[in-house]
């Protein structure tokens, strides 16, 4: 069965009321590939969260960039996975580098983090990635595996898992990986599923590719096999988010 391509837009920590709106007409006005060839999942800030939901095409869902690791309670500035839930939220982003990196998120934590979403019926973009300093050291598969493996430790059913495979060194920096460098790590996470999980996960689980993906490079990204979407950073503000989802008629065409 092929894997359905996915392209998630993250916001991060971007927008106001009206800058929100303008986006979400732009994607609403846009014509785009069917629900049968692309998923797409748009991550705005919590506090926008409701406001998304309630104009957003139906086609399109919307995700959170983050949830908390357990039940509510004394957290404070925490989100709950419940209260995502209450929001009718289909989705949430964990362990984004930029929180492995400026919150200390360990692996550990991330695949907490994940084993909890996933309990409430969430669904959830898993992130992980190398920095500059990993990959000049040749370090980049070891790396990954080990985020990869603190997830799977924690997770028996990976049906609503998609991983994301950001090169930290890419993230927000104008520098892509080259869609062979991505193909390798994206071919070697699924050969690690293979080993680690079972090989009808390693089939089934779309891995997806982000860092500086924009209009100009995402079809020759996606054509590569083994990558099975992106999550777009801030071409995720602009127009050019269109075409990065339509980018997925390389795959189905």
Same mark, same amino acid.
């Not at 506090?47 to 957003?56: C, E, G, H």
């Not at 994940?114 to 598969?141: F, H, M, N, P």
């Not at 892509?176 to 999980?197: C, D, F, M």
């Given at each position: 069965m092929?894997?359905?391509?996915?392209?998630?837009g993250?916001w991060?920590?971007?927008? !106001?009321t009206?800058?929100?709106k303008?986006i979400v007409?732009?994607l609403n006005e846009?014509?785009?590939p069917s629900?049968?060839v692309?998923?797409v999942?748009?991550?705005?800030?919590?506090v926008?969260?409701p406001?998304v939901k309630?104009?957003l095409?139906?086609?399109?869902h919307?995700?959170?960039q983050n949830c908390w690791?357990?039940k509510?309670?004394?957290? !404070?500035?925490?989100?709950?996975?419940?209260?995502?839930?209450n929001?009718?939220?289909?989705?949430v982003?964990?362990?984004?580098?930029?929180?492995?990196q400026?919150?200390n998120?360990?692996n550990?934590?991330v695949g907490?983090?994940?084993?909890?979403? +996933?309990? +409430?019926?969430?669904?959830?973009v898993a992130?992980?990635?190398e920095t500059l300093?990993q990959?000049?050291?040749?370090? !980049?598969?070891?790396?990954?595996?080990?985020? #990869?493996?603190?997830?799977a430790?924690?997770v028996?059913?990976w049906?609503?898992v998609?991983?994301?495979?950001?090169?930290?060194?890419?993230?927000?920096?104008g520098?892509?990986? !080259?869609?062979?460098?991505a193909?390798?790590v994206?071919?070697e996470l699924?050969k690690?599923?293979?080993s680690?999980?079972?090989?009808e996960?390693?089939?089934?689980?779309?891995?997806?590719?982000?860092g500086?993906?924009?209009?100009a490079?995402?079809?020759?990204l996606a054509a590569?096999?083994?990558i099975?979407g992106?999550?777009?950073?801030g071409a995720? +503000?602009k127009p050019?988010?269109v075409?990065?989802i339509?980018s997925? #008629?390389v795959?189905?065409g």
């Amino acid at each position: 069965m092929a894997r359905k391509f996915f392209v998630g837009g993250n916001w991060k920590c971007n927008g !106001t009321t009206e800058e929100v709106k303008k986006i979400v007409t732009v994607l609403n006005e846009a014509e785009v590939p069917s629900e049968d060839v692309v998923e797409v999942v748009v991550s705005p800030p919590f506090v926008f969260l409701p406001l998304v939901k309630s104009l957003l095409r139906p086609d399109f869902h919307a995700a959170a960039q983050n949830c908390w690791v357990k039940k509510g309670g004394a957290f !404070t500035g925490e989100i709950s996975a419940e209260m995502l839930v209450n929001l009718g939220i289909d989705w949430v982003i964990l362990g984004h580098s930029e929180r492995r990196q400026l919150l200390n998120e360990s692996n550990e934590f991330v695949g907490d983090k994940v084993a909890y979403a +996933l309990s +409430l019926g969430l669904k959830v973009v898993a992130c992980i990635g190398e920095t500059l300093e990993q990959r000049e050291s040749g370090s !980049t598969i070891e790396i990954v595996a080990a985020q #990869t493996k603190a997830i799977a430790f924690k997770v028996s059913n990976w049906d609503n898992v998609v991983l994301a495979y950001e090169p930290v060194w890419a993230i927000g920096t104008g520098k892509v990986a !080259t869609p062979a460098q991505a193909q390798e790590v994206h071919y070697e996470l699924r050969k690690w599923l293979v080993s680690n999980v079972d090989a009808e996960v390693a089939s089934k689980t779309r891995i997806i590719y982000g860092g500086s993906v924009n209009g100009a490079n995402c079809k020759e990204l996606a054509a590569q096999l083994d990558i099975d979407g992106f999550l777009v950073g801030g071409a995720s +503000l602009k127009p050019e988010f269109v075409d990065i989802i339509k980018s997925a #008629t390389v795959k189905s065409g």
